[in-house]
């Protein structure tokens, strides 16, 4: 078990630029999560996929972001036209039957 | 909307005191309590949960407490140790929306 790994751990981008993340959830984990939290906040919720099945959306997630879980395993999380307001810790979390989610270390995304 | 109030936000305890973090929510269907620890550049952690039909669980110095009828829950370290400095957030989450609602974490401090 080595854990849920996100990568990039760190992204600097320019205002209006494109920029994907990956998840590579523990192996034998069906459901994958993906939060956003920023400085001096809990995790927000964003998304949700059992297997490739993206089943929830918060209305926090705009028509900007897209995420994808193909053949349910690794995700990816695009950001389109990026915004300051983006900057945040993009946390990906994945759990066996629901509870006991289990995140990553994050990628942090900071918007020039 | 589901909220999830903390607190405090910071605190501070000489080490091998207790400590205690306290959390209500509001949405009366909620069933399950998980407790996080994020240190600096990582994600949460799961450190202790209960669910709705206890009331009470304890793994070695930490343990959690469960008042449905007020909606509160508790967070409880005893004999501090400087490891245990870090944010801890409580949250919870309703079977079946795949959702959890964090609360605005709490800064502890372990004072040697």
């Known amino acids: 078990d080595t854990g849920v790994s996100q990568n990039p751990r760190h992204k600097i981008t320019k205002r209006g630029q494109n920029v994907t993340f990956r998840c590579d959830p523990i192996?034998?984990?069906?459901?994958l999560y993906w939060y956003r939290q920023t400085l001096g906040q809990g995790p927000e919720f964003l998304t949700y996929?059992?297997?490739?099945?993206?089943?929830?959306k918060s209305r926090l997630l705009s028509d900007r972001f897209s995420a994808e879980r193909p053949k349910g395993s690794f995700s990816t999380l695009e950001i389109q036209r990026t915004e300051q307001g983006d900057s945040a810790m993009y946390l990906c979390?994945?759990?066996?039957?629901?509870?006991?989610?289990?995140f990553g270390s994050g990628t942090q995304l900071s918007v020039l | 909307g589901e909220n999830v109030e903390q607190h405090p936000s910071t605190l501070s305890v000489q080490e091998g005191d207790s400590a205690v973090i306290k959390c209500t929510y509001s949405?009366?269907?909620?069933?399950?309590f998980p407790w996080y620890k994020q240190e600096l550049g990582k994600g949460p952690q799961l450190i202790i949960d209960?669910?709705?039909?206890?009331g009470e669980k304890k793994d070695q110095r930490i343990a959690v407490t469960l008042n449905k009828t007020a909606k509160h829950f508790s967070l409880h370290i005893t004999e501090t140790q400087p490891e245990d400095s870090a944010v801890y957030f409580c949250?919870?989450?309703?079977?079946?929306?795949?959702?959890?609602?964090f609360g605005t974490g709490t800064r502890l401090k372990v004072l040697a």
């Open positions: 949250a919870a989450s309703t079977s079946g929306t795949y959702k959890y609602i």
């Open positions: 192996s034998e984990h069906n459901r």
């Open positions: 979390a994945s759990s066996l039957h629901g509870e006991k989610l289990f």
């Open positions: 949405d009366s269907a909620s069933n399950y």
């Open positions: 996929f059992q297997n490739e099945a993206q089943l929830e």
């Open positions: 209960i669910r709705s039909n206890v």
